[in-house]
């Protein structure tokens, strides 16, 4: 059976280094980071991920502000708010939740954040940024820093010689996790809906990266034996007798692909707690650069050598 790559595990580290980081920049310089989020909308999953994205900056000891805005809020009112965010020299982080409810527009809120502040790696400066190679100064989107460190943590820093399949190619996660892969040497292949036998270009992949939204979709035999699978998916579907109303799966089939995979994350624990984690990590990253004090490392290299 595969190595279960434990999410829970390596978030509670991040999360650790990030609080005593945002210690640090509160007895050095003064500043405690502040992470705005704002939601527009009544989506009970939505909420559900921004309240702990809330709490989670609580207990890392950042200010923590969350702007609930109710369905009817226009695209002016928004893009009001984004502009008051980044003029506040105690708010460091800008997130606004995805996908807004219609016929709000997500892109020109994502372009009126200022770059420096926008600790979802989504405005163009940073996509760029990542694009061009610079993985230093700029914020990279959480969920494929999460996912990555996991990989990390399973392959180390240097994936040279290993086969990469992302499937999925959304801004929020399969681009930027296709190039911070191929950042680390991997070779990368980006599939999605309109890619070509799909079964079979998954079966060439060491590692495996599945981010489609649909629930376990990818099966055990479009998995190479020994490959390590990244599952991406966060899916509610109706339980099985006797285990409650619904349930929480990934985009792959679990149960079936542990047999198969050398490692493997679970849903839930795998790269969900990830994303949370590293939207902290962002954020206290954005707080020291807004000083010019250099950052201390968040990178896995550093952090998983703590753990066994
Ligand atoms: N909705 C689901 N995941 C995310 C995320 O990482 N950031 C934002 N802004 N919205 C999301």
Same mark, same amino acid.
């Given at each position: ?15 650790? #280094?990030? &609080?005593? !980081? ?13 992470? #705005? ?7 009970? !999953?939505? =909420?559900?991920? $921004? ?5 989670? #900056? ?5 200010? @923590?502000?969350? =702007? ?26 800008? +997130? ?12 020109? $809120? ?11 790696? %989504? ?7 990542? #694009? ?6 700029? +914020?990279? @989107? ?11 943590? $399973? ?6 010689? +290993? ?25 990368? &292949?980006?599939?999605? @809906?309109?890619?070509? /036998? ?6 060439? !992949?060491?590692?495996?990266? !599945? ?9 055990? /035999? ?5 490959? &390590?699978?990244?599952? *991406? ?26 047999? *198969? ?5 679970? $849903? ?10 590293? %939207? ?10 807004? &000083? ?9 290299? @550093?952090?998983?050598?703590? +753990?066994?």
């Amino acid at each position: 059976m595969a190595h279960l790559i434990d999410g829970k595990e390596v978030s509670a580290l991040v999360v650790m #280094a990030v &609080t005593e !980081a945002a210690g640090a920049l509160e007895r050095t310089a003064g500043i405690r980071p502040g992470l #705005a989020v704002v939601i527009v909308g009544d989506d009970p !999953a939505s =909420h559900a991920y $921004v309240n702990s994205k809330t709490r989670m #900056a609580k207990q890392c000891g950042f200010n @923590s502000i969350q =702007h609930s805005l109710p369905a009817e809020t226009t695209q002016q009112e928004l893009e009001k708010l984004v502009v008051e965010l980044n003029a506040d020299p105690a708010i460091h982080g800008i +997130l606004v939740q995805l996908p807004l409810p219609k016929p709000l527009n997500p892109e020109p $809120v994502i372009r009126l954040i200022s770059p420096e502040k926008d600790v979802d790696g %989504l405005h163009v400066v940073n996509a760029g940024k990542m #694009a061009t190679g610079d993985l230093s100064t700029g +914020l990279i @989107s959480c969920t494929p820093a999460g996912a990555m460190m996991l990989v990390k943590r $399973v392959h180390g820093d240097d994936l040279c010689g +290993l086969n990469a399949v992302v499937i999925g190619r959304s801004n929020l996660f399969g681009k930027p996790m296709g190039l911070l892969l191929l950042a680390a040497n991997a070779t990368v &292949t980006m599939a999605h @809906s309109k890619t070509r /036998d799909l079964p079979d270009v998954c079966r060439r !992949a060491d590692i495996l990266v !599945a981010a489609v939204g649909r629930p376990q979709m990818v099966k055990s /035999d479009w998995v190479k034996p020994g490959a &390590t699978v990244i599952d *991406v998916g966060i899916n509610r579907i109706n339980a099985l007798e006797g285990e409650g109303k619904t349930r929480l799966v990934g985009d792959v089939d679990f149960r079936a692909a542990k047999e *198969v995979a050398g490692a493997i994350t679970p $849903v839930p624990g795998g790269v969900g707690p990830m994303t949370i984690a590293m %939207l902290m990590a962002n954020t206290v990253r954005a707080a020291f650069f807004s &000083t010019g004090i250099a950052a201390p490392s968040l990178e896995c290299s @550093s952090m998983c050598r703590q +753990l066994s």
